[in-house]
């Protein structure tokens, strides 16, 4: 397949604020590249339409409109490419008195002809209320998905939409008519419907709305919507609001990024969880990561939110040796759940699973160098440096070994040898330890 190219929409009235031509311009750009279809001065729905007439005319595979007043995050683009939809958006909060996710389900026609939308963030609050049992899961999983919800209306500030969509609907592809539940963008996602579409926002992707409403705390979310007592929900996830207009831009933080998986089974702990995701950033974006002993995915989750290529590599056999492990080990027992679990939290498209013994796969390896090598299957010594033996020749020449465990005596016991062998402990959290060859 090849790479996408993606034409930029920019619908604006006025000169385009410092905040969102700074974020435009750090988006992590597709391989296929860029170009960008600017109209100025007329209505929205006008605009738009006059954007896509552009791009029809081009010979780009998506359109991702981005408002003027919105401000991006560097992954933003990447990831609703990875997610490899027809149609999907970013996530961002509505400028009103009661700020909610600019997502929402269909819910009637009223008796005046109107059509009216249920935002997701009203049916996030009603969804804890019902669901107490729920309530140390993170943010994202109680809307139950891979950070992607399928729903009937979506925002049109962070939109990504395959060049197919547009063929099948035809102009005038958003209206704002009489009668329509939310404007031009709520038309384009009913005209979308009718073709036969489904429509995506990805809660991963978050944007700020003019600085009205930016993502921060924990159960700051329930406050802003008046809903419950203070602190009654205390989510381990960003998905939340702090209302205020402060007129500044602010900087992108991993936890605009970063989400651990607590609701996933294994032996990470959250800080553990974060190093390796920082250490997984901190490879070339188009960068390898081989993960050795995947389990049930907590770690692979956490270094798949970089974005990078990433393998998992598994004989997904269970741990028959331990009497605490699930009594179900037929082989590929966990590779299902892994699976699962990544789709839930994380785009997959550069995410591949490979069932083998690790140390096997190391010696048939023929891929790219490996930036960043996690090493965490079976932690006898001898299976340990089986895995090295087979592997390190693999890792590019400024590339990252990491070991889970390293408090155990197999797995200290190598990690020893390397330092003998002119390595050199780069980064440590918990039992955690990363190291790289000295020059």
């Not at 997701?120 to 109680?142: F, Q, S, T, V």
């Not at 550069?350 to 048939?364: E, K, M, P």
């Not at 087979?390 to 070991?403: C, K, S």
Request: glycine share 10%.
């Amino acid at each position: 397949m090849d790479a996408p190219t993606v034409a930029l929409g920019i619908p604006h009235r006025g000169p385009l604020p410092g905040y969102f031509f700074d974020s435009a311009m750090g988006l992590i750009k597709p391989e296929g590249g860029v170009y960008t279809l600017r109209v100025e001065g007329k209505p929205v729905d006008l605009a738009r339409n006059q954007i896509v007439e552009g791009f029809l005319s081009s010979d780009a595979t998506h359109l991702f409109f981005m408002d003027a007043d919105m401000k991006f995050a560097p992954e933003t683009l990447r990831r609703l490419i990875d997610a490899d939809l027809p149609i999907v958006s970013g996530v961002y909060f509505a400028r009103t008195d009661h700020p909610v996710p600019h997502v929402y389900d269909y819910v009637r026609t009223d008796q005046y002809g109107e059509r009216w939308y249920h935002p997701k963030g009203e049916a996030l609050i009603e969804w804890m209320r019902a669901h107490p049992e729920h309530r140390d899961a993170p943010n994202a999983y109680c809307f139950g998905h891979r950070h992607l919800v399928k729903c009937d209306g979506i925002g049109g500030g962070c939109l990504l939409v395959r060049r197919d969509v547009f063929e099948a609907i035809g102009p005038p592809w958003f209206q704002n008519a009489q009668g329509s539940a939310g404007g031009e963008d709520f038309d384009f996602c009913e005209k979308a419907i009718a073709a036969g579409y489904e429509i995506y926002a990805d809660f991963a992707v978050q944007c700020d709305h003019e600085a009205v409403a930016v993502f921060t705390g924990r159960s700051e979310f329930v406050e802003a919507f008046g809903v419950g007592e203070p602190g009654e929900y205390d989510f381990h996830g960003p998905l939340v609001v702090q209302v205020g207009p402060t007129g500044r831009s602010r900087r992108v933080s991993e936890d605009d990024i970063f989400h651990f998986p607590y609701a996933v089974e294994g032996y990470l702990d959250p800080e553990e969880g974060r190093s390796l995701f920082r250490l997984a950033l901190e490879t070339p974006p188009d960068g390898v990561i081989v993960e050795l002993g995947s389990y049930k995915g907590k770690s692979a989750i956490c270094l798949a939110q970089a974005g990078r290529r990433l393998y998992c590599v598994d004989s997904f056999e269970g741990e028959p040796e331990n009497p605490y492990a699930d009594p179900d080990h037929r082989a590929g027992c966990y590779r299902e759940a892994l699976e699962a679990n990544l789709k839930r939290y994380v785009p997959t498209a550069r995410v591949t699973t490979i069932q083998n013994n690790t140390a096997a796969c190391g010696f048939t390896y023929a891929g790219d160098p490996v930036n960043l090598l996690f090493v965490d299957a079976a932690h006898d010594e001898a299976s340990v440096r089986a895995d090295v033996e087979a592997w390190l020749p693999h890792i590019a020449p400024d590339g990252v070994l990491a070991f889970h465990d390293s408090d155990f005596e197999g797995v200290a016991a190598v990690i020893d040898d390397l330092l003998g062998d002119g390595c050199e402990i780069t980064h440590a959290q918990g039992s955690l330890a990363a190291m790289k060859r000295s020059n």
